[in-house]
């Protein structure tokens, strides 16, 4: 499997970024998964539903499965926070590309998502995971950079970068055990 991040701050396009190259992918005949940071709690299913229920009632981990969908739910009984190489672990063989979103830390390759609306600095000069940034402001970039740089309004030509880039981004889970 291929794994790439996307890092940026909040409001820089990540969401939207990878929601648009996800159906790109999948044209391409590629099976792609996601890998998102949440901050705090998080709920994906609501009060009154039976696995709702069942993780208040007290069960470690809830799973529940349909013809067309699986979801995993784990309360972790002490604070913990898995790092993105145990996320991964959590994901099925067969996937093709793997998206991480958030994660800005990790030492995975990744795309900076970065917007000079946004006010914010960029994370490339200071940032050696990051392989290339990907922005609707090219003229504006803070710093000179060697990376290749993206447009961020152009998922195709994103997607047509990754592809080109292939074995860059094979992920080996021996070399993070």
Do not use: C
């Amino acid at each position: 499997m291929k794994v790439l991040g996307f890092a940026g701050f909040s409001g820089s396009g990540k969401t939207t970024l990878v929601e648009k190259l996800i159906p790109v992918l999948k044209l391409k005949g590629l099976r792609v998964s996601v890998v998102k940071h949440a901050h705090h709690r998080f709920d994906i299913d609501h009060e009154g539903k039976d696995t709702y229920r069942h993780r208040e009632a007290g069960a470690f981990e809830v799973i529940v499965a349909s013809d067309t969908r699986l979801a995993l739910m784990r309360e972790f009984e002490v604070p913990n926070r898995p790092t993105v190489h145990q996320l991964l672990a959590e994901l099925y063989e067969g996937v093709d590309w793997v998206l991480i979103e958030g994660f800005k830390d990790s030492d995975l390759q990744k795309i900076e998502v970065w917007r000079a609306e946004s006010g914010k600095p960029a994370r490339y000069p200071g940032d050696d995971f990051i392989v290339a940034v990907a922005t609707d402001s090219r003229e504006q970039l803070p710093e000179p950079t060697g990376l290749p740089v993206l447009n961020l309004n152009d998922p195709e030509a994103v997607a047509d970068w990754l592809l080109a880039q292939g074995e860059r981004f094979d992920y080996r889970f021996e070399n993070y055990a």
